[in-house]
T-cell receptor
Framework: LAKTTQPISMDSYEGQEVNITCSHN???????ITWYQQFPSQGPRFIIQGYKTKVTNEVASLFIPADRKSSTLSLPRVSLSDTAVYYCLVGVAVGNTPLVFGKGTRLSVIA | ETGVTQTPRHLVMGMTNKKSLKCEQHLGHNAMYWYKQSAKKPLELMFVYSLEERVENNSVPSRFSPECPNSSHLFLHLHTLQPEDSALYLC????????????FGSGTRLTVV
């Protein structure tokens, strides 16, 4: 499994754009990059997944450079309700390799 | 509701008790998982079932016993637990055994006294 490194914590004010970068230097050719969000005492929730370049949905954008050794989750105009732990995971989409979570990034949004 | 339902939401049990956690999904997924999340620790993968067969057991103590009677239901049977087993136990399902499309339940908050 490709190892990922992301900041332990980040703070942001409401209304700002937040970018969380994840490093995955040994990502394999067949690996996808997936981000999950977890609120306290709840299960993680899928946010976005991508393979290369840029992916955007109603919640976030995911930027992946050409070498794919890192990725950046971008949350536009965060609100207090975006306070959560964000996990970056790298692995194959289909197969027998389950999700293994790291420590994630604890985002605190301040009013 | 995420599509994965866990019961009970909260459970307090003594070290000599036997209890079971239940997970149910009607998403048509073929793989189901148990994760454990202790305070200030990452989620730990405990058990993986793919097409109702256990495919992974990450050296979990035998006081935790999983059961997957069909592709929609997953149980975690608990007996003679220790206080350090107190944690949030999360169930998840996915279409296949890979890393795409996981849906998690809201978890069972277990306290062992």
């Amino acid at each position: 499994l490709a190892k990922t490194t992301q900041p332990i914590s980040m703070d942001s004010y409401e209304g700002q754009e937040v970018n969380i970068t994840c490093s995955h230097n040994n990502i394999a050719t067949n690996d996808y990059i997936t981000w999950y969000q977890q609120f306290p005492s709840q299960g993680p929730r899928f946010i976005i997944q991508g393979y290369k370049t840029k992916v955007t949905n109603e919640v976030a954008s995911l930027f992946i450079p050409a070498d794919r050794k890192s990725s950046t989750l971008s949350l536009p105009r965060v609100s207090l309700s975006d306070t959560a732990v964000y996990y970056c995971l790298v692995g194959v989409a289909v197969g027998n390799t389950p999700l293994v979570f790291g420590k994630g990034t604890r985002l605190s949004v301040i009013a | 509701e995420t599509g994965v339902t866990q019961t009970p939401r909260h459970l307090v049990m003594g070290m000599t008790n036997k209890k079971s956690l239940k997970c149910e999904q009607h998403l048509g997924h073929n793989a189901m998982y148990w994760y454990k999340q202790s305070a200030k620790k990452p989620l730990e993968l405990m058990f993986v079932y793919s097409l109702e067969e256990r495919v992974e057991n990450n050296s979990v103590p035998s006081r935790f016993s999983p059961e997957c009677p069909n592709s929609s239901h997953l149980f975690l049977h608990l007996h003679t637990l220790q206080p350090e087993d107190s944690a949030l136990y999360l169930c998840a399902s996915s279409p296949t055994g890979g890393q795409y499309g996981y849906t998690f339940g809201s978890g069972t908050r277990l306290t062992v006294v």
